[in-house]
């Protein structure tokens, strides 16, 4: 890589948005010691086997699962080829929710044109992707439509079940749901188009994989679904699709090396993490990503869970209440600017807006000199890159010049070694915001009190007295 991500945080000093609510240099430098010994105890969980994430990007971890995803591509691919008289898979249907779908999705949007879905297949590379990542009965219903009237259908259709429990209602009931599809439509011939990502050693999908035979890949030991990303979870689906693999995890494993810095001013996540933080500590707890670039809008929603997920606990680890957390956002530049942006400049000064940018667009589109009309003349010449980078830096300006702070990452181009370098950035700075608000940032146990409530509503044996807990309690008001 010869550029890389860069971080631009000046429109977070007193001396650009005040001192009411900027930050001030001897805050930066007291800053500096602090971080220091959380970039130590970070690289001492690493060690210790606590962060298996982290070494997602790093050998052993990362050659392992680029030749098993590698395999399954191939082979996935040759089954098509050989069952449909040298025909590919055309669709790929992902079934999977939070952690086992966002990042899926976000790679695809990144990395792959918009128009990918839309594109037929001799001049697409790899399936169409379908992320199922909700029990809506008309998404999904309407999905299963759309595939079994489209030629040639189910017969290149291959579904890519993602759950490392095997117990989320949700996946559980797709996965009934396509199991039973893909049998009726083409016999017992159906195991070969499930590929399942799982727990490699227990769970109820490994049971179910075990005993159907399918195709298989490891959610591996240690990492949970939203630091999953750069695992087989992200990478097979990404892989067929035609994304570089390789060059993802090596933009990972280039920016943790940045995040392993002693030095603040030289370690993006440490800066991040403190900054955003010590804005939360000030009464800024509302975080903003505003990409301008569609095609990194659904990174900013992986983020969103990252952030929520990870950072809001009630206990600390100590077990006192404190309740913390911050607010993810996501918005789009320059559409926000159009919804968002009135009330980031002008209602409560309670956010810190991040800007996602991109310093060259792989395509360009100019606006043609040909309608003469003077109000709108000025944009002669032009092109719309030029205009997405005028607004950004306009918005910039007007919300410095009404005291907001606001941050720029700005990637040097929309490639997969950069993505990849986006995410393991932000997986990092949630590990040091995890250390300085003191929380346990691996768990999700108010999340888990859903998915049991769940259980007992839909009536499975073990679960009963969560359908009698919450009988009560919404119906006692
Ligand atoms: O980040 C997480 O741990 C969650 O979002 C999970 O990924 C999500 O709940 C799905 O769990 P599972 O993969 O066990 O189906």
Redesign the pocket.
Known sequence: MTQHLTLDIANCFADRIGAGHGLGCTDFDAAQDRMSALTDRLAAMDRGGETRWRGLCHDPLRSAHLAAVKRVVADTNAHFESASKGRRCKHLIVL?????ALGNIALQAALKEHIHNLTPCTHRTGPRLYVLDNVDPHFVGDHMRHLEIKDPGLAHTAVNV????GE?AE?AAQFMIFRDWLKAHLGESYRKHIIAITDPSRGTMRSIVDAEGYATLPVPDGV???FSVLSPVGLFSAAMCGIDIDALLAGAAAMDQRCQSRTLKDNPAAMLAWLLMEFTKRGKGNHVMMPYCNALYSLADWYR?LWA?SLGKRLDLGGREVFAGATPIKALGTTDQHSQVQLYREGPNDKVIGFVDLAQWERDVPIPSTLEVDAISYLHGHTLGQLIAAEKRATEYALVESERPNFTITLPRLTAEHVGAFIQLWEVVTAYAGLILNINAYD?PA?ETGKVATFGLMGRAGFKEWKQKVERTLESS
């Open positions: 999977g929710i939070g952690g086992s993602i759950s490392k429990s989320t996946t949970g679904g939203r869970q997920e999700q999340v």
